[in-house]
Nanobody
Framework: VQLVESGGGLVQPGGSLRLSCVAS????????MRWYRRVPGQEREFVAR????????AYGDSAMGRFTISRDDNKNTAYLQMNSLKPGDTSRYYC???????????WGQGTQVTVSS
């Protein structure tokens, strides 16, 4: 079972990045897919989630209006499109797969996003 994030990097303020989260060893279509971020020394922050049943989405305050979460269950992949990035978005971004029926939860190792000029 594995979640692997990619797509992070260094971007200038106002720029965009698209993060990907590829699931292996399980079928992501049964899981809610979520993105979190965490800066060392701070609490983990919820960024976005997408339901597996119907695709309903929800966003944290910092992501609202700028980030878009999506999924492609044929590819066992979730995405986070991040636009209008700010220095405050600098963080390590983690993908989480969560199955509500039994509370099974998987985490990736994260991908670093740095927003700086």
């Amino acid at each position: 079972v594995q979640l692997v994030e990619s797509g992070g990097g260094l971007v200038q303020p106002g720029g965009s990045l698209r993060l990907s989260c590829v699931a292996s060893g399980f079928t992501s279509s049964s899981f809610v897919m979520r993105w979190y971020r965490r800066v060392p020394g701070q609490e983990r922050e919820f960024v976005a989630r997408i339901e597996n049943d119907g695709g309903e989405t929800a966003y944290g305050d910092s992501a609202m209006g700028r980030f878009t979460i999506s999924r492609d269950d044929n590819k066992n992949t979730a995405y986070l499109q991040m636009n209008s990035l700010k220095p405050g978005d600098t963080s390590r971004y983690y993908c989480n797969a969560y199955r509500r029926s039994d509370r099974t939860s998987y985490w990736g190792q994260g991908t670093q996003v740095t927003v700086s000029s």
